[in-house]
T-cell receptor
């Protein structure tokens, strides 16, 4: 039973480029969450999605960041025109339902902006 | 807004010793999660507690949620080097899937 899969594991982008992070939830899970872990900071919620719907994006920066979870395929976190401050570990988690269900995390994508 | 405070921030123990990590919430908890993170890796789900007074165990790790549901403890018996890592407590304040986390407790186990 495969766990949550994220790719790429490491991503290097120059300032101004776009970063696309992918997340495939666990089998049977229809809820996806994205979190960001900045250096020397804790893990912060970004966005919560179900298939074709954004449920809660209260943690997403207002500009340059977007997320989707299409009917088919993985969830995508997209960062346009990256800046050095976007360098962080981005984690995806999935759960079978909302609220009190356990969230299972992927290995993360480490984004470095040069 | 709800905040989680973990103590201690870091811990070094000799292999075989017992240890406890605490997580205190500023508000009532409606679901408390414990995760472990190894350096450079993702979070491994350990346990989830929901009811006041609840206690769960997995191998040598026991987690408890107090009756008032504002504090949880994670206890490791006879620690091993494999227990080393960062332990994070998390909560779902609005019961809507958006987890908040404590700052983490870094555990080192000396052989």
């Amino acid at each position: 039973n495969a766990g949550v899969m994220q790719n790429p594991r490491h991503l290097v982008r120059r300032r101004g480029q776009e970063a696309r992070l992918r997340c495939s939830p666990m089998k049977g899970h229809s809820h996806v969450y994205w979190y960001r872990q900045l250096p020397e900071e804790g893990l912060k919620f970004m966005v919560y999605l179900q298939k074709e719907n954004i449920i809660d994006e209260s943690g997403m920066p207002k500009e340059r960041f977007s997320a989707e979870f299409p009917k088919e395929g993985p969830s995508i976190l997209r960062i346009q025109q990256v800046v050095r401050g976007d360098s962080a570990a981005y984690f995806c988690a999935s759960s079978p339902g909302a609220g009190s269900y356990e969230q299972y995390f992927g290995p993360g994508t480490r984004l470095t902006v040069t | 807004s709800q905040e989680l405070e973990q103590s201690p921030q870091s811990l070094i123990v000799q292999e075989g010793k017992n240890l406890t990590i605490n997580c205190t919430s500023s508000k009532t908890l409606y679901g408390l999660y414990w995760y472990k993170q190894k350096y450079g890796e993702g979070l491994i789900f350990l346990m989830m507690l929901q009811k006041g007074g609840e206690e769960k165990s997995h191998e040598k790790i026991t987690a408890k949620l107090d009756e008032k549901k504002q504090q949880s403890s994670l206890h490791i018996t006879a620690s091993q080097p494999s227990h080393a890592g960062i332990y994070l407590c998390g909560a779902d304040p609005n019961q809507g899937g958006k987890l908040i986390f404590g700052q983490g407790t870094e555990l080192s186990v000396k052989p």
